[in-house]
T-cell receptor, first 119, second 111 residues
Framework: EAGVVQSPRYKIIEKKQPVAFWCNPI?????LYWYLQNLGQGPELLIR????????DSQLPKDRFSAERLKGVDSTLKIQPAELGDSAVYLC?????????????????FGEGSRLTVL | KNQVEQSPQSLIILEGKNCTLQ??????????LRWYKQDTGRGPVSLTI?????NTKSNGRYTATLDADTKQSSLHITASQLSDSASYIC??????????FGTGTRLKVLA
C-alpha cells in the first residue's frame, strides 16, 4: 500500500515568488494535515481537513498561505508571496477518523516532506 | 497550556550502547502518547503508542514506558545501531485528534 506522497521534495525560490506543494494521502484516510517543521523543532499544525472541510485552520497565516482539498482526497498548500522566514519543511500527514473513538486510534502517517528554501 | 517537553535535546552514544530518552507532558485531556522516529530528510514514523492504562510496551529494541501519574514517558533503546541515528519525537494526543508535539531528541550513534 502506498504511503502519503508529497511533491516536490525540494524547492528553491526567490522571495516574493509563489510556491505550491501537493499531497496525496493514504487511500481511504479522511483526515489530512499540513504541518510546518523548522530545523530542530517538532511539526507545527497549519491546517487540518476532514474530508474536504478545513476544520482547523487557526494557525494558517491566511494573508499569504492558502490550502485546498478538492473532492476530499489530494490537497495543495500554496504560499504567495513567499518570505525568507518561510524556509522550512512542509509535512503532509493523513489519518483515518472513524465514528467510534478508541484510545489507540488516530495514528498519523507522514509523507517525506517538501523542503522549501527561500532566497 | 498543553506542552510536551523532551530531554535531552541531543545525545551521542557509541554503537552497542543503551540510551533513554525522556518526555514530560502537561496535556489535558490525555488520550494517548506516541513516539515517532524521524530520519534526516524523511517524515516521522510511529514507533509505539501508549494509552492511559499501559505502563510498558516494546517494539524490537525500543521500549516505551508511561507513568500517567507523573505525566512522564521514556523511550529506551537497547544495543544501539548506526541506523538508530535520528530524531525521536514524543507526541501526545489530546481529546480527539489534537496532537501536541515535542521538539524532539536528536540521537547520533557512532561506530
Amino acid at each position: 500500500e502506498a504511503g502519503v506522497v508529497q511533491s516536490p521534495r525540494y524547492k528553491i525560490i526567490e522571495k516574493k515568488q509563489p510556491v505550491a506543494f501537493w499531497c496525496n494521502p493514504i487511500s481511504g484516510h479522511n483526515t489530512l494535515y499540513w504541518y510546518l517543521q523548522n530545523l530542530g523543532q517538532g511539526p507545527e499544525l497549519l491546517i487540518r481537513y476532514e474530508n474536504e472541510e478545513a476544520v482547523d485552520d487557526s494557525q494558517l497565516p491566511k494573508d499569504r498561505f492558502s490550502a485546498e482539498r478538492l473532492k476530499g482526497v489530494d490537497s495543495t498548500l500554496k504560499i504567495q508571496p513567499a518570505e525568507l522566514g518561510d524556509s522550512a519543511v512542509y509535512l503532509c500527514a493523513s489519518s483515518l477518523k472513524t465514528g467510534y473513538w478508541q484510545e489507540n486510534t488516530g495514528e498519523l502517517f507522514f509523507g517525506e516532506g517538501s523542503r522549501l528554501t527561500v532566497l | 497550556k498543553n506542552q510536551v517537553e523532551q530531554s535531552p535535546q541531543s545525545l551521542i552514544i557509541l554503537e552497542g550502547k543503551n540510551c533513554t530518552l525522556q518526555c514530560n507532558y502537561t496535556v489535558s485531556p490525555f488520550s494517548n502518547l506516541r513516539w515517532y522516529k524521524q530520519d534526516t530528510g524523511r517524515g516521522p514514523v510511529s514507533l509505539t503508542i501508549m494509552t492511559f492504562s499501559e505502563n510498558t510496551k516494546s517494539n524490537g529494541r525500543y521500549t516505551a514506558t508511561l507513568d500517567a501519574d507523573t505525566k512522564q514517558s521514556s523511550l529506551h533503546i537497547t544495543a544501539s545501531q548506526l541506523s538508530d541515528s535520528a530524531s525521536y519525537i514524543c507526541v501526545v494526543t489530546s481529546g480527539t485528534y489534537k496532537y501536541i508535539f515535542g521538539t524532539g531528541t536528536r540521537l547520533k550513534v557512532l561506530a
